[in-house]
């Protein structure tokens, strides 16, 4: 699919990092204590007659996402479990040993996220594809 992009606002993915630095940061406590929500980050793409919204939940089971269109914002809420270490990844001098964490990046817990559109969407017309843990949902525009 060809994706037209419009030059970034000045200083605008500076803004967008800084954001999430200092989301993370935000965090009282301990440094691998999530949040209380996390917000998955989204693409939203415009055609002609639809908006498609591509959210990243990689790890997340599908039946855990619940979809909600009320008037021109869709909310997404769910829940993703802290992953955890396949066993076949471990030795056999590993297995049943406890894991020290070195490094945690990876939000877990429930997350939420509201995509307000720009135009009246049509409610009879949401289709969702959720694959290789990007959640694609394509909302028709009203007529």
Same mark, same amino acid.
């Given at each position: ?10 200083? *605008? ?15 009282? *406590? ?16 415009? !055609? ?10 990689? #790890? %997340?089971?599908?039946? !855990? %996402? ?11 809420? #769910? ?16 297995? #049943? ?8 990046? %990876?939000?877990?817990g429930r997350f939420a996220r509201e995509i307000e559109f720009v135009e009246p969407v049509d409610h009879e017309s949401i289709h969702a594809n959720y694959r290789d843990g990007l959640l694609w949902i394509r909302v028709a525009k009203l007529a």
């Amino acid at each position: 699919m060809p994706v037209e992009t419009q030059p970034d606002m000045p200083f *605008g993915q500076l803004s967008r990092e800084m954001s999430r630095l200092l989301d993370r940061y935000s965090r009282a *406590g301990n440094a691998f204590t999530p949040p209380d929500l996390f917000a998955p980050p989204v693409n939203v793409y415009e !055609s002609p007659d639809s908006f498609i919204v591509c959210v990243e939940l990689a #790890g %997340i089971d599908a039946d !855990s %996402i619940d979809m909600h269109l009320s008037r021109h914002r869709l909310s997404l809420t #769910g829940l993703r479990c802290m992953p955890a270490c396949p066993l076949d990844v471990l030795s056999t001098d590993e297995t #049943g040993s406890r894991l020290r964490v070195q490094v945690m990046e %990876i939000d877990h817990g429930r997350f939420a996220r509201e995509i307000e559109f720009v135009e009246p969407v049509d409610h009879e017309s949401i289709h969702a594809n959720y694959r290789d843990g990007l959640l694609w949902i394509r909302v028709a525009k009203l007529a």
